[in-house]
């Protein structure tokens, strides 16, 4: 028989001292700042989609400018830094998609495209790891992407390099290679939405916020990666990201 919640001892009356929470807070997700000791919190993880003409081309769309779409990643599936991305469950096909990160230093509602870059703290490499086969799976069924996009470890990311240091990059290679071997290489001047247009037209969905990052879309050539395969990508000016699968 289960104990009645009368029965039940706070921690204060065991003799242990109450906290503010019930249970223990988990951590605050953050990301390496290049050059500093300091971390960037994070507080989202949005992710645009179909942002290189390209690449809309090779998962079977027509390139438009009709408008941006957006989906999230959860924040505690951040990898910091890079380093190992485990295999995850449920899944026989997950692809890499590197990627442009934007970092806040502030937020807000309706933000002018004219004003977006001065919102920007900085920007990263990461890689918007997908569990392709779910992803097909939701695709058909007209269901949401969680399942392939928001799972533990799905977004790999490199210290944030501040555009105080290093600009606002409008153009640049942006590659990844597995192995040494080349599979994605486009320039963050082929991007349909740029970094100001895609803040703005976020900030007319959610009330953005300082530590929201926003993976911006990855050029053609993504496809899957296999246990022991060594990825490697970057973005020209703003740094690189090394992950291993395993």
Avoid at 106 to 125: K, N, Q
Wanted: with cysteine.
């Amino acid at each position: 028989m289960s104990a009645s919640p009368a029965s039940i001892a706070p921690a204060a009356e065991a003799g242990e001292t109450a906290g503010e929470f019930v249970i223990s807070a988990p951590p605050a997700p953050s990301l390496p700042v290049a050059g500093t000791a300091r971390r960037f919190p994070v507080r989202r993880v949005y992710c645009v989609g179909r942002n290189y003409a390209a690449h809309t081309i090779e998962m079977g769309h027509d390139p438009d400018r009709e408008g941006p779409f957006f989906f999230q990643k959860n924040p505690d599936g951040l990898v910091p830094g890079g380093g190992k991305f485990p295999y995850p469950a449920a899944t026989s096909d997950v692809h890499h998609e590197i990627e442009l990160v934007v970092a806040l230093a502030r937020g807000g509602a309706d933000i002018a495209v004219e004003e977006a870059l001065s919102h920007v703290y900085g920007y990263a490499v990461g890689i918007d790891m997908t569990r392709r086969d779910l992803q097909a799976v939701a695709k058909k069924a007209g269901r949401p992407w969680e399942v392939a996009k928001a799972f533990e470890h799905a977004a790999p990311c490199s210290a944030v390099a501040p555009a105080a240091a290093i600009g606002h990059p409008d153009r640049g290679v942006i590659t990844l290679d597995v192995n040494g071997e080349e599979r994605q290489r486009g320039d963050l001047a082929q991007l349909i939405w740029k970094v100001p247009e895609i803040v703005s037209c976020l900030s007319g969905l959610f009330t953005l916020a300082a530590g929201d990052i926003v993976f911006t879309g990855t050029p053609a050539g993504v496809g899957p990666v296999v246990r022991g395969d060594r990825l490697r990508g970057q973005v020209e000016g703003v740094g690189a990201i090394e992950v291993e699968v395993v």
